[in-house]
């Protein structure tokens, strides 16, 4: 498939695709990075935060709530939310990582090379960011596209991303902080990006126990969805059906490759 560029494809047929395919039961969801906080106040329908959260607050109020919410660094709890997407320096003081020392790390070496370790965005040319349904169409269009699902969701949509142009995902997992996993490096890379939520993602996020994290490009998820359809195409989709743990093999592999 042709990459198509962001400006053409249609959001909410991607949408609507993507659940026909994946029964997803989260709201799929846009992020995008603004240069000042008044481009992303002209956004319609956005709505401003009257508290302080953490970016996985503002993701969830868009993907388990449906909001358009959009945010800048005084929104945020602390410098890690902030620096994740660009909205606050990664200095010394946010490298050594003094904060999670007898937190998450034993050592203050452990906490510099897990903070060393994050995937950011560079900080100096964004002061606003927002997240939207992706099907409202009013980041036009997102930088990036959040997908929750399952493992067995998932593993469907990497097929399809895989389908054609295959190449090797290799992804990280940072332990805390694991939206520099997911947004943080898909923002910086352009690359689809695959996430474990940590637990500040579950806690304050409300992301469920079973849930994974795709962040990826409207283009690249446009094409998992072409290739997800030559795979259903193939009898090879969502959900993927049992055969039995006892049962002669050759029957069920004979549908799809007796032919080969």
């Not at 909001?67 to 010394?92: S, Y």
């Not at 897990?114 to 040319?125: I, K, N, S, T, W």
């Not at 998932?154 to 097929?159: A, G, P, Q, R, S």
């Not at 090797?168 to 996993?181: H, L, M, N, P, R």
Request: net charge neutral; aromatic share 6%.
């Amino acid at each position: 498939m042709q990459e198509q560029s962001a400006d053409r494809i249609d959001l909410a047929g991607l949408v609507a695709d993507l659940n026909n395919l994946l029964r997803l039961k989260t709201t799929v969801i846009g992020m995008k990075l603004f240069a000042s906080a008044a481009e992303m106040e002209a956004i319609p329908k956005i709505r401003r935060p009257n508290a302080i959260h953490t970016t996985d607050q503002i993701v969830s109020m868009a993907a388990r709530l449906g909001w358009t919410v959009g945010i800048t660094a005084d929104d945020l709890v602390g410098a890690q939310c902030r620096a994740v997407i660009g909205l606050a320096p990664q200095d010394d003081k946010w490298l050594a990582g003094e904060n999670y020392v007898g937190v998450w790390h034993g050592t203050a070496e452990d906490a510099r090379k897990r903070q060393e370790a994050l995937d950011v965005v560079p900080f100096g040319q964004y002061q606003a960011l927002a997240v939207s349904p992706l099907a409202s169409g009013r980041l036009d269009p997102p930088d990036i596209c959040l997908v929750y699902a399952t493992p067995g969701q998932m593993i469907i949509l990497i097929n399809g991303l895989q389908y054609t142009g295959y190449k090797k995902f290799e992804w990280s997992v940072v332990g805390e902080t694991a939206c520099a996993d997911s947004w943080g490096r898909a923002l910086r890379s352009g690359e689809p990006s695959l996430s474990l939520p940590c637990y500040a993602e579950r806690r304050y996020g409300g992301v469920p126990d079973e849930e994974m994290l795709m962040a990826l490009k409207p283009s690249h998820l446009a094409k998992a969805i072409e290739g997800m359809k030559a795979l259903a195409k193939n009898g090879l989709r969502y959900p993927i059906p049992p055969y039995g743990i006892q049962s002669d093999v050759r029957a069920g592999m004979g549908v799809s490759y007796a032919k080969k």
